[in-house]
């Protein structure tokens, strides 16, 4: 509901009218905007974040995105009355694609030298509006975090540690080379469908009787000289193990 109302307000705003002819009697409108969001990609076409409609692209073959690829883009939509039918909708950038992660098994002996701390969450810049930290959608967890270190290399991983009541128990670890006082920011995506690969038949059998699970994301998190465990619930999805 939010898109679509953001996108009636933005358009209602930011329309155009040109009106010119030879004959008073007859008048032309064009329309262009620029729209920025997280995209799913599904052959040609995009889905905004938290829309269900997707639209159409004219120039997807321009870009290497597949099917499932998701990337933070700059639409255009451009209509002209006189020359085309349709509105037409078209990528004009690719700021940034996001891969989907897999979850691991907190056993997994992989994962000793991730040790670099977090430091805040930030909400995620859209543009001109903002996303909250932390949410789930389509079986997808999303975090965007600070951490102490640079981009290049960076190695992230999200344990399942096990569950307590409702909440399916999740470690986020990082592993980034520093230099200097350096943060950088990361909005990282991991799979949550695989979810049951982790649980014992127990603690999916203590699920079944709700219809909805909640994450909790536990992470280490550095305040001035002292490092500690802090954590924050991530969202909510449909129970796969309901009965």
């Not at 052959?43 to 120039?59: G, I, L, S, W, Y």
């Not at 994450?215 to 909510?236: C, L, M, P, Q």
Request: hydrophobic share 40%.
């Amino acid at each position: 509901m939010f898109m679509k109302k953001f996108f009636f307000y933005m358009f209602a705003a930011v329309s155009a009218f040109a009106f010119f002819s030879c004959d008073p009697a007859e008048s032309s409108f064009t329309q262009t905007v620029y729209v920025y969001d997280i995209y799913t990609v599904n052959k040609h076409t995009v889905r905004p974040e938290f829309e269900d409609t997707a639209f159409m692209v004219q120039n997807m073959a321009q870009y290497p995105l597949q099917t499932g690829d998701r990337a933070y883009m700059v639409l255009k939509y451009f209509y002209d009355a006189e020359s085309v039918k349709y509105p037409q909708w078209t990528i004009e950038k690719v700021l940034d694609i996001i891969p989907t992660r897999p979850l691991q098994a907190k056993d997994s002996v992989a994962f000793e030298g991730f040790t670099t701390p977090f430091v805040t969450l930030d909400y995620f810049e859209v543009h001109d509006r903002y996303y909250n930290p932390v949410w789930v959608r389509n079986n997808l967890q999303n975090i965007n975090i600070t951490y102490n270190g640079i981009a290049d290399g960076a190695e992230f991983a999200m344990l399942v540690r096990g569950v307590v009541d409702n909440y399916v128990e999740l470690e986020l670890l990082a592993k980034a080379k520093t230099i200097g006082a350096v943060k950088t920011t990361k909005l990282l995506t991991f799979d949550l469908s695989k979810l049951g690969d982790f649980l014992t038949a127990e603690q999916k059998r203590t699920l079944s009787g709700v219809d909805s699970l909640y994450t909790r994301i536990h992470f280490r998190r550095a305040v001035k000289d002292s490092i500690y465990e802090a954590n924050i619930i991530g969202g909510s999805l449909a129970n796969p193990f309901k009965k």
